[in-house]
């Protein structure tokens, strides 16, 4: 079993910038891809990037358009979603996962693990 905690969520005014965390434990983690998604109310949970297990490997959706970066320090066992620009329309739950079994994996049900979330919101 892999255990993930995410933090670092919180309210943030639109322009701004959030960092989360993502802590693992349990595993090696540098054998996981490990990605984050969110979900806003009422939608539902949407990929927004992953990262492979060496870090040399980054993909994102579209909407990210350069405004989120993925990074992980596999020493710390953690892994962090920078989100620079958010507008309200970034506000969901963000979490964060991780698969040994796929790789570039972009769909929630490649992933074996997930945190609990942790509630970005951006407004005024």
């Known amino acids: 079993q892999m255990q993930l905690v995410e933090s670092g969520g919180r309210l943030v005014e639109p322009g701004g910038s959030l960092r989360l965390s993502c802590a693992a434990s349990?595993?090696?983690?540098?054998?996981?891809?490990m990605g984050w998604f969110r979900q806003a109310p009422g939608k539902e949970r949407e990929f927004v990037g992953y990262?492979?297990?060496?870090?040399?490997?980054?993909s994102y959706a579209g909407f990210v358009k350069g405004r989120f970066t993925i990074s992980r320090d596999n020493a710390k066992l953690t892994v962090y979603l920078q989100m620079n620009s958010l507008k309200p329309e970034d506000t969901a739950v963000y979490y964060c996962?991780?698969?040994?079994?796929?790789?570039?994996?972009?769909?929630?049900?490649?992933?074996?693990?997930w945190g609990q979330g942790t509630q970005v919101t951006v407004s005024p």
């Open positions: 349990g595993r090696i983690f540098s054998n996981y891809y």
């Open positions: 990262i492979s297990g060496s870090g040399f490997s980054e």
């Open positions: 996962a991780a698969t040994e079994t796929f790789f570039k994996a972009t769909a929630h049900f490649q992933y074996d693990y």
